[in-house]
């Protein structure tokens, strides 16, 4: 049973760093076809894709946050860890991890419930 | 980059066939994946690859890519099928996602 869970802080000032970790299980990271990916969604807006990592450390990013964003992975401990740097109210949005299968044209099949980050002053 | 296109909202009574588009330039060439998401809950993947069908997800559920359109039906609409429903593409090394349809 393939699970995920995201965590990380509800609150954050403008221009802080935002770390965010997807803690998994149910599958391995080390598996050919496999990924995670971060995806966030604006109070009453649409899905907005960030980032994604695959089995074999390949690294994809939205190129409009690209420069703000790190994306990594710790296989052993079933974890991927989204960085953002200087954040603005922008930002705020709940932001979820999501199991990628496929190496090509990949798609989300299982998703975390979602965590929710505000930033304000 | 790639972009697509969904209607903002599609309404249909109960009962009937709800039809929500997917619009992106040669579309027909990328594979569309399809999401329902619910007020307060994560998406859930309700179709991949144009039109295969997760298990668990009713028969009801179904899906078509050609030309510039990708469409997501759902026949005999039910109450609980109402719900935020997101096509999802790949434009190059990218994922995009369209803007999502409300179906009430």
């Known amino acids: 049973q393939i699970t995920l869970k995201e965590s990380g802080p509800t609150l954050m000032k403008p221009t802080q760093t935002l770390t965010l970790t997807c803690t998994f299980s149910?599958?391995?990271?080390?598996?050919?076809?496999?990924?995670v990916g971060w995806i966030r969604q604006p109070p009453g807006q649409a899905l907005e894709w960030l980032a994604l990592i695959y089995w074999n450390d390949d690294e994809r990013y939205s190129p409009s946050l690209e420069s703000r964003l790190t994306i990594t992975k710790d296989t052993s401990k079933g974890q991927v860890v989204l960085t953002m740097t200087s954040v603005d109210p922008g930002d705020t949005a709940t932001y979820y991890c999501?199991?990628?299968?496929?190496?090509?044209?990949?798609?989300?099949?299982?998703w975390g419930p979602g965590t929710p980050v505000t930033v304000s002053s | 980059s790639y972009e697509v296109t969904q209607p903002l909202s599609v309404s249909v009574p109960l009962g009937q066939t709800a039809t929500i588009t997917c619009e992106g330039d040669?579309?027909?060439?990328?594979?569309v994946h399809w999401y329902q998401q619910k007020p307060g809950q994560a998406p859930v993947l309700v179709i991949y690859r144009d039109s295969n069908r997760p298990s668990g997800v009713p028969e009801r559920f179904s899906a078509s890519n050609s030309g510039n359109t990708a469409t997501l039906t759902i026949s005999t609409v039910q109450a609980e099928d109402e719900a935020d429903f997101h096509c999802q593409v790949w434009g190059g090394r990218i994922v995009v996602f369209g803007g999502g349809t409300k179906l009430t």
């Open positions: 149910g599958f391995s990271l080390s598996t050919s076809g496999v990924g």
């Open positions: 999501a199991h990628a299968r496929g190496s090509e044209e990949s798609y989300f099949d299982y």
């Open positions: 040669k579309i027909r060439t990328r594979s």
